[in-house]
């Protein structure tokens, strides 16, 4: 019976971890709330279970909204800037990654920009824009209106406004981009960075006071380049740079021997790189080196 249980559960796993991962920002607490869902389910009377999915996805989103409310004030104390846990999505770890507007859903930008909401609100976003769900679903899921998941989801569209065109490069294009980005900054070529970055370009650094990082956006063109420079001095001319599919766009893992040092992600704009993202908290590192190990 156990071996059934669980079977019947695996079906769902990956599309539940994708709930979870968006809801929280984090690959770890994602895994713990698909197995607390999981020993729910185990301890559940299945007669009573109509659709399965649609429970296990009310399971999971109340679970995820408990962690939120704690998660919020664990945020608030945070050292540096925080940035949500970087995952490899060429694997299908968090579904199919098939239109631009799939990809934005799980980008680190949109990710940070879903901290700005309360718990329900960000709930409402991720099962109307990454799961599709109607209102008529996400207010059963939530055990609210129509009408008030309706004036949800308007007021979180609101506050994380309107997507911008992330991915409207070629893979091939943002590839080439970050090539050019990591070899001007090992080699410390001023020139090739200027052409690179957009004039109000922003680095980001998690380090989570676990490591030294920068603790606060480093902003503008010239600023970048400097704690570019700095920062590759630093990590030594021993790193080696591994690309992938991180959080449905190009990314790259900087590795110290079998170390995972850091994450970088980037977005792009008319051809500049304007925005980067370096997660360098190993904690946050955990997830994704697993992934990048197996493949």
């Keep these: 019976m156990t071996s059934a249980i669980a079977d019947e559960f695996e079906s769902h796993r990956p599309r539940l971890f994708g709930l979870a991962y968006r809801m929280l920002g984090s690959a770890e607490e994602a ?3 698909v197995q607390d869902a999981y020993l729910r389910f185990s301890g559940a009377d299945r007669a009573a279970i109509e659709h399965l999915g649609a429970w296990l996805a009310k ?3 109340n679970l995820c909204l408990t962690r939120l409310t704690s998660a919020r004030a664990r945020r608030e104390q945070y050292v540096g800037s925080w940035l949500p846990e970087p995952v490899v999505t060429s694997d299908g770890t968090l579904g199919p990654l098939e239109s631009a507007e799939q990809l934005d859903a799980v980008s ?3 990710l940070v920009l879903l901290e700005r909401l309360t718990p329900t609100e960000r709930a409402v976003y991720v099962l109307r824009e990454a799961f599709a769900y109607g209102y008529r679903a996400i207010a059963e899921v939530l055990d609210l209106t129509e009408a008030n998941c309706r004036q949800l989801h308007r007021r979180a569209v609101r506050r994380v406004g309107e997507p911008e065109s992330r991915f409207a490069a070629a893979p091939r294009r943002r590839e080439e981009l970050l090539a050019s980005f990591v070899t001007a900054a090992r080699e410390g070529d001023l020139a090739g960075l200027e052409k690179l970055l957009a004039a109000d ?6 380090g989570g006071g676990k490591v030294s990082a920068a603790l606060r956006p480093v902003q503008g063109r010239d600023k970048v380049i400097r704690f570019a420079l700095g920062a590759w001095q630093k990590w030594g001319a021993d790193l080696r740079f591994a690309t992938a599919e991180v959080n449905g766009a190009t990314g790259v893992a900087l590795w110290a021997g079998d170390t995972l040092a850091a994450v970088l992600t980037f977005d792009a704009r008319d051809g ?3 925005d980067l993202r370096a997660v360098l908290n190993p904690d946050k590192l955990e997830f994704v080196r ?3 190990a197996a493949s």
């Design 108 to 110: 680190m930008a949109l």
């Design 290 to 292: 697993g992934q990048l």
């Design 59 to 61: 399971v999971v989103t």
């Design 201 to 206: 370009v922003t680095w980001w650094s998690d």
């Design 272 to 274: 500049l790189i304007t």
């Design 31 to 33: 895994e713990d709330t």
